[in-house]
């Protein structure tokens, strides 16, 4: 794909300050599970954090395409930096930006786009995940209509520990199932929040994740995203954003593991002769190119079909969007499996990072959706049939 001089810059900034300020820190980052809120602020300063926001919310003004250029080369350092940076830009800046009021754009979407608060989403529960319609927490209204009692635990929640504000969906009419879901805004400082247990994950161990709790919070009616009943079309539309995301994460993850690859078969020696020359090493890169090369292109194409829905006042880019995560994902895991098998035993150590690109990459083919999830939606969008 030929890019605009704009977009080139941008991926040269990205990767200049993924590779300088991230890759130094990502190992002991991802031995501790601390999250890195210094580099965090400043990928803010920089405008990575709500990339493609409008600048009158604090954002970067820049197009899909260049979300992802940017989100590859964080990912390419360290995947957690990148799980931090597209929950903040994916999941919580767009359906703020999409169906947020005026008043809620200006207190709570403006400050995490520019990178001085930091968002979250939250849709997960302990035994609620792909079906949402049978969460088992709750909002009611209050008798005088002026704000909603909140009460439940979500669980899986990435950027839960140090986020400001949370884009909650919860159910507000359980008979009606993921009919009855509502999207609220929280301010995670009020009364009756609290955050929960910190997951030990196996992967992307420095993007903090935790479950949040809820005892009687008390949300303002000001702070509903959209009408009732609207908080399952809300995540679903929201979801088809942050699969891009995912893939442009996936991505970089397989372009890491497939560079530091190439780099050991030129200079690791066996039998008198670089590795590299071995046919069987050979067709293991060959592959991981393919595989890597095809994965980017399909993000490039989801982010295009969004930014054309965009521009066209609407749409949708499910199929692209699943199938760039479906694939992204599933070749990054391919990618990061023969890395560790290219270097042998050194790709098993802890010393070199290909075991942490490893672990970093399954969980793509998990969140936002898993590749069964993806491929129920491609299928629909091909059939039309439920």
Known sequence: MNLSKEHQMLQQAARDFARTKIAPIAAVFDESGDFPIETVRQMGELGFMGIHMPPEYGGGGMDCLAYVLALIEISKADASHGTIMSVNNSLYCVPLDKWGTEDQKKLYLEPVASGQKIGSFSLTEPMSGSDAGTMKSRAVLSDDG?????????????????????????????????????????????????????????????????????????CPVENRIGEEGEGFRIAMKTL????????????????????????????????????????????????????????????????????QAIAAGGGSFALESSMAKLFASEAAMYVTTEAIQVHGGAGYSKELPIERYFRDAKITEIYEGTSEIQRLVISRALTGLR
Not at 203 to 208: C, H, K, L, T
Not at 291 to 303: I, S
């Open 146 to 218: 002026s704000h909603y009692v909140i009460n439940g635990t979500k669980s899986w929640v990435s950027n839960a520990p140090y986020a400001d504000y949370i884009v909650l969906f919860t159910l507000t009419d359980p008979e009606a199932r993921h009919h009855g879901v509502t999207a609220f805004l929280i301010d995670t400082d009020k009364p009756g929040f609290k955050r929960g247990k910190k997951e030990p994950k196996l992967g992307i161990r420095a993007s903090a994740t935790s479950e949040i709790v809820f005892t009687d919070y008390v």
């Open 240 to 307: 088809e954003s942050g699969r891009i995301g995912i893939a442009a994460q996936a991505v970089g993850i397989a372009e890491a593991a497939l560079e530091a690859s190439i780099e050991y078969a030129k200079e690791r020696e066996a039998f008198g002769q670089k590795i590299g020359q071995f046919q069987m090493i050979q067709q293991k890169l060959a592959d991981m190119k393919t595989r890597t090369e095809a994965a980017k292109l399909l993000t490039y194409k989801a982010a295009e079909a969004k930014m």
